[in-house]
């Protein structure tokens, strides 16, 4: 697989930015198939800027808006669209969106546009790009909850992406296939053939404050109660904010982390951000689920514990994988949002760790998202689960 990163600043006059992007991707010669992936501006007109795409690039075009995004020359991308064209002979691609999901439907929904998609390969699928937003409505439905969805769906391939960003508003992130454009939409696109990706995925936790408690009542995402008390009433007793409803702001920066259980005897630890409160039922939501009968504990992210996880993903990827994978030559990256904050005004930082590292030919892209999805292991056996995960570093090697 070849590929090539493509960037622009250009975001009000959509003519230029498309010449500019044709122009950087002027010498790179496409193979009998091919992929895009793009990232943009939550403020990008992305219906107006696909018909340009599509009158230059006669293949799928899938992605995201973002907060910010990273790229393999400029590094750190405040403004502008991002994208990256997969390309290869020996690879097939395909790409589908569901429609807008509930908590009723997601399942079906991802099912069949999984399925769908399986009669343009002629091989097992190797790999799936996913890129979904946030579920926020009355059924609020967990990340989790959504990879568990693609892993029925798929059997269990690899999965690798993210939930799509805005400028902190929560309410102008957007998902994109081809000329599609939805809100709460979940795409997939499937790659089979010559393909065998590898994942890196580091959590940004180093430092964790004194709060630990036995979730005794959940389901899914939502926590009832932390010990023999309400999940608010616990909060209000560690003189935590429990005044407001809405408090992903609040916590964006304080993880909670609970270990979830895979399988009869492994576990993955991951974080979570608690999104909102009710003060009816005393109850708190999360991103992610939150398992009954796990401990959960709260972390505290710090700049230099962003910066040396980005450190240590990419000493995986320049010491470890490129070096016994030669031909390996592209670089999925996703940040979670939370590390972005987390960096202040050096937001650079991350980007700073791998651009002057690069090895010569290989192409790289990401940007900062709500949430992450990549594999990780299990702390016990070693076997890799498809997991949803929140203030971590993820890096797709292809």
Same mark, same amino acid.
């Given at each position: 697989?070849?590929?090539v990163?493509?960037?622009?600043?250009?975001?009000?006059?959509?003519?230029?930015a498309?010449?500019?992007?044709?122009?950087?991707?002027?010498?790179f010669?496409?193979q009998?198939?091919?992929?895009?992936?793009?990232?943009?501006?939550?403020?990008?007109?992305?219906?107006?800027?696909?018909?340009?795409?599509?009158?230059?690039?006669?293949?799928?075009?899938?992605?995201?808006?973002?907060?910010?995004?990273?790229?393999?020359r400029?590094?750190?991308?405040?403004?502008?669209?991002?994208?990256?064209?997969?390309?290869?002979?020996?690879?097939?691609?395909?790409?589908?969106?569901?429609? !807008?999901? @509930?908590?009723? +439907?997601?399942?079906q929904?991802? /099912?069949?546009? %999984?399925? $769908?998609?399986? *009669?343009?390969h002629?091989?097992?699928i190797?790999?799936?790009?996913?890129?979904?937003?946030m579920?926020?409505?009355?059924?609020?439905?967990?990340?989790?909850?959504?990879?568990?969805?693609?892993?029925?769906?798929?059997?269990?391939?690899p999965?690798?992406?993210?939930?799509?960003?805005?400028?902190?508003?929560?309410?102008?992130?957007?998902?994109?296939c081809?000329e599609?454009?939805?809100?709460?939409?979940?795409v997939?696109a499937?790659?089979?053939g010559?393909?065998?990706?590898?994942?890196?995925?580091?959590?940004?936790i180093?430092?964790?404050a004194?709060?630990?408690? !036995?979730? @005794?009542q959940? +389901?899914?995402?939502?926590?009832? /109660?932390?010990? %023999?008390? $309400?999940?608010? *009433?616990?909060?209000?007793?560690?003189?935590?904010?429990v005044s407001?409803?809405?408090?992903?702001?609040?916590?964006?920066l304080?993880?909670?982390?609970?270990?979830?259980?895979?399988?009869?005897?492994?576990h993955?630890?991951?974080?979570?951000?608690?999104?909102?409160?009710?003060?009816?039922?005393?109850?708190?939501?999360?991103?992610?689920?939150?398992?009954?009968g796990?401990?959960l504990s709260?972390?505290i992210i710090?700049?230099?514990d962003?910066?040396?996880?980005?450190?240590?993903?990419?000493s995986?990827?320049?010491?470890?994988?490129?070096?016994?994978?030669?031909?390996?030559?592209t670089?999925?990256?996703?940040?979670?949002?939370? /590390?972005?904050?987390?960096?202040?005004?050096?937001?650079?930082?991350?980007?700073?760790?791998y651009?002057s590292?690069?090895?010569?030919?290989?192409?790289l892209?990401?940007?900062?998202?709500?949430?992450?999805?990549?594999?990780?292991?299990?702390?016990?056996?070693?076997t890799?689960?498809?997991?949803f995960?929140?203030?971590t570093?993820?890096?797709?090697v292809?």
């Amino acid at each position: 697989m070849r590929s090539v990163s493509l960037y622009t600043e250009e975001i009000d006059d959509l003519d230029e930015a498309v010449r500019d992007l044709k122009k950087q991707a002027e010498n790179f010669i496409l193979q009998n198939n091919s992929l895009a992936v793009i990232f943009t501006e939550d403020e990008t007109d992305y219906p107006e800027l696909y018909k340009r795409l599509r009158a230059v690039w006669d293949f799928p075009i899938i992605g995201c808006s973002a907060l910010a995004m990273l790229n393999d020359r400029e590094g750190y991308c405040p403004v502008g669209i991002s994208m990256m064209i997969l390309t290869a002979d020996d690879c097939t691609f395909s790409a589908g969106v569901t429609g !807008e999901l @509930t908590s009723d +439907d997601y399942r079906q929904k991802i /099912r069949e546009t %999984y399925t $769908s998609q399986l *009669d343009k390969h002629d091989s097992d699928i190797k790999l799936i790009l996913c890129y979904s937003g946030m579920i926020i409505n009355e059924k609020n439905v967990a990340g989790d909850d959504l990879a568990d969805a693609i892993d029925e769906a798929s059997g269990g391939v690899p999965l690798y992406g993210a939930t799509a960003s805005d400028g902190f508003g929560f309410n102008n992130f957007r998902v994109y296939c081809n000329e599609e454009i939805l809100m709460n939409g979940q795409v997939l696109a499937l790659i089979s053939g010559n393909i065998d990706p590898k994942f890196v995925c580091i959590n940004s936790i180093g430092t964790r404050a004194s709060f630990s408690y !036995e979730i @005794t009542q959940s +389901d899914s995402n939502h926590v009832y /109660r932390l010990g %023999y008390g $309400s999940f608010i *009433d616990t909060l209000r007793k560690e003189e935590m904010e429990v005044s407001k409803e809405d408090v992903l702001g609040s916590y964006i920066l304080s993880p909670f982390i609970v270990k979830v259980q895979k399988g009869t005897s492994d576990h993955v630890e991951v974080a979570r951000n608690l999104t909102a409160l009710n003060h009816t039922t005393g109850a708190g939501t999360f991103l992610g689920v939150m398992p009954e009968g796990s401990t959960l504990s709260i972390g505290i992210i710090t700049r230099t514990d962003v910066q040396q996880s980005v450190e240590d993903a990419f000493s995986v990827v320049f010491t470890e994988i490129l070096p016994s994978n030669p031909g390996y030559k592209t670089l999925l990256c996703t940040s979670c949002c939370a /590390r972005f904050l987390a960096l202040a005004n050096n937001t650079s930082a991350e980007a700073e760790t791998y651009i002057s590292r690069l090895p010569e030919g290989v192409s790289l892209t990401g940007f900062y998202a709500y949430g992450e999805y990549c594999p990780i292991k299990g702390d016990t056996t070693g076997t890799m689960y498809n997991m949803f995960h929140n203030f971590t570093f993820t890096i797709l090697v292809m």
